[in-house]
């Protein structure tokens, strides 16, 4: 019987429209991991009743409850209170936490304000988890029922550490444990992918199956049930099904990421690439610099939003875009070379169109955009009409430029 | 007294590691416009049992629930079984319903799936509310005990169009609605801000008041109870205050962005401004550029990455960089001036550093910075060192050198 747990997450703020709650995405990973169906997530304000009744609908419902937040020293932070009155468990002041706060404190060279000593009081028979990050310290009670409560502080880092170092080991090992695999496909839609998928879905037996898209990027995730340890055999048997049907489609798998592809294949062969942009905006630049050490094999790039600037940065010729217009394939592929050639890069990509919500006329509406990639023997192209917001556009080209660059570099591999 | 709500959203892909919720926040916003405290959020998988047991308990502890999600065609779409079951009200086939599916697909030019016909099941005594953009109806539900149910789908286009025609008519008028406003901080950190509007905060009386911060931007959102359509007299007499006490920190208000304040500043001005990137590697072009019609003001960038690039893209000298190095103020403003000559630009911004995990040597750690503005009377510098991770250095790095701007702007208006 797989064990059941529910995440509360606990603040007023995260009911309001601004914030999201961060946490839950990691203790779906890490408890799912360990054997443990994440059932149900409530977010819960800073009211006493509502957090004493958000506890006890979950401990009638759920083997394992972890509450994130609400225990630290103000007067907002209820956590510790609302439980104790929920399972009827006084609180009691830890002399142990009170000297740690005390020290903590002096460590700094200052006194404890006396609002801190609140963050000492634990429910009877509550075993503390110390927190090495911060002055909250999570407390973990077991039930008469025999179910587990788990109260970690809301700060990302100081719950993932208590979660890794103590609650994992407080649920025990499980018979079974769920084994994922997500497989990363670009250049495809949701429905082609799906389309394409068909067959290897039909086989999927008892491997569960969920398909997610976002901009220029489609996802599909598998989850097992298997014994710890065991090889995920239904996974396996899945996974060179999918790799044929997707083809050069298929860019990673789990944590690699199209622009960490690109990186390693162009670090592993001493290459290097330049960016000339314009319809994206700087975007492809932004993504291929996200990863660390960039420098290496990323030299630069230019946002040449008009043909001024085209021309000036990157030598476009005024007669080839007063012909075809900025928004062409041979703009694109006259940046792409233009910046390869200024730079001195292996291989130069280029986007040009238009993001919206204006176009350039009837017959290149919001939408239309062109990339190009210039390499040593190699010159490629691919363009394209999607309407959609702005912002989407613009996510979209930039994955498209850096795919074009990857299948670049694995033909000049091949 | 307030009426609460309770939002659930369905579907187990949302308990899982990768997907959040998005259609929340929305709701929380539109709530609170209507006088209705969102108090519990919850999120529940494709399972009956669960989902009867997140209905029950919502219409046990809130007046109005709005379930999002679960209404589509397949056997993972249970809401109406749920919500049948969990009330006790038959599911009745609504033979409007059926036609007008049968219609829709007909104007496709296609028979509807059989398996559509669920779609017009109606638990006993419900109301239709009919979706205009896909084929779940949603469904409007009071109970014997008075509180609103309303089953809406979980595609945010659908679920928001019948709150705005529907629900919230069904809802109904409230004694006091939420009045909020949004303050916009560039420039302080959390506990500076917190520091700075402390004399404000003890006269907040009954506004309620959280303060949230993302890299290189804190906000303050207020909220006040009033009548519908009163003046929220309490936030009226706290804007003066908070905004003399952040002077030029404070750059918008509620939907204002960064971004937005400089280039309607540019485009009211007629003037335009370039961008010379380092450590920000694009970031700055690609904010800019998310703004509709950033073509008219700005006129493009460059990304220069290596000493190469920055002699080659933007004429810094090379003795310079020999020098003083890459991550130094006077590389800075000579890049921000290089960009402004070479695109003809009223402004030119630059940024430089180490993003990290690398830096440059002892005195250089990850997270030394230097922005600079170059303008027709003016030129601005700005430096820090804030280490933190790679992509958080990158982001408060956008932010400041795009702020850098906007204060130079108010400069040389003045």
Redo the contacts between chains.
Sequence with gaps: MTRRAEVIAIG?????????DSN???L??RL?AQGIA????????D?PA?LR??VS?ALG?ADVVIATGGLGPTVDDLTREAVSEALGLPLIEDAALVRGLEERFARHGLSMPPANRRQAMVPAGASVIPNRHGTAPGLLIRTDAGRLLALLPGVPVEMERMVEETLLGAIGASEEVFATR?FKVSGLTESETDRRLQPAHAAAGGVEW?I?AAPGQV?I?LRERVPPGARAAGIERLDAAIAAALGDHLFGRDDQTLEGVVAAALAGRGESV??A?SV???????L???I????RW?????????D??KR??LGVDAAMLATHGAVSEPVARAMAEGIRT???ATWGVATTGY????GGGPDLPPGTVHVAVAGPHLAEHRTWRVPGP??VV?ERSVRSAIDLLRRSLMRAAA
């Design positions: 007023s703020e995260l009911l309001g429209p601004s914030r999201v839950g995405s990691f779906a990973r799912g994440l059932a149900f997530r409530t977010i819960v304000g009211d509502d009744a958000a609908t419902r997500v969920t997610l996802e995730h330049a960016a942009e994206t905006g700087g975007g492809v630049a932004r291929l610099t996200s660390p050490g960039a420098s990323f030299l630069g790039g230019v946002v040449a939003y008009t001024a600037a000036a940065l200024r730079l001195g993001a919206g919500p204006e702005r912002g613009q």
